[in-house]
């Protein structure tokens, strides 16, 4: 299995940001579209945005508006920018590949919110 290395996740208040970083292998990261997703508490993973490879993003549209998805192609790195969050974005949150690839693995970053 490849490993991939999310970062950047803490606690926050409601209306608050974060900005959380996964860091791809460089193989995987130019040959694939990457997204991020949500554990989710039923374990049914939410995939909520993705950028593929030629820079087109795409986020889900009840999170559009408040979440973006950016690369840095010389760092093979994909952030995910979380602004106004809520306590309804308190998940883990991970990155992979779009579609999913469960030979890729990330040990997830936390997000919470909460007053």
């Known amino acids: 299995q490849v490993q991939l290395v999310e970062s950047g996740g803490g606690a926050v208040r409601p209306g608050e940001s974060l900005k959380l970083s996964c860091i791809v292998p460089?193989?995987?990261?130019?040959?694939?579209?990457l997204g991020w997703y949500q554990q989710r508490s039923d374990n049914h993973r939410r995939w909520i945005a993705t950028?593929?490879?030629?820079?087109?993003?795409n986020v889900l549209n009840t999170l559009e508006g408040r979440f973006t998805i950016s690369r840095d192609i010389a760092k093979n790195t994909v952030y995910l920018q979380m602004n106004n969050l809520n306590p309804d974005d308190t998940d883990v949150y991970f990155c992979?590949?779009?579609?999913?690839?469960?030979?890729?693995w990330g040990q997830g970053t936390q997000v919470t919110v909460s007053a």
């Open positions: 992979n590949t779009v579609p999913f690839n469960s030979n890729y």
């Open positions: 460089e193989s995987i990261f130019k040959a694939y579209g």
């Open positions: 950028i593929t490879q030629g820079g087109i993003t």
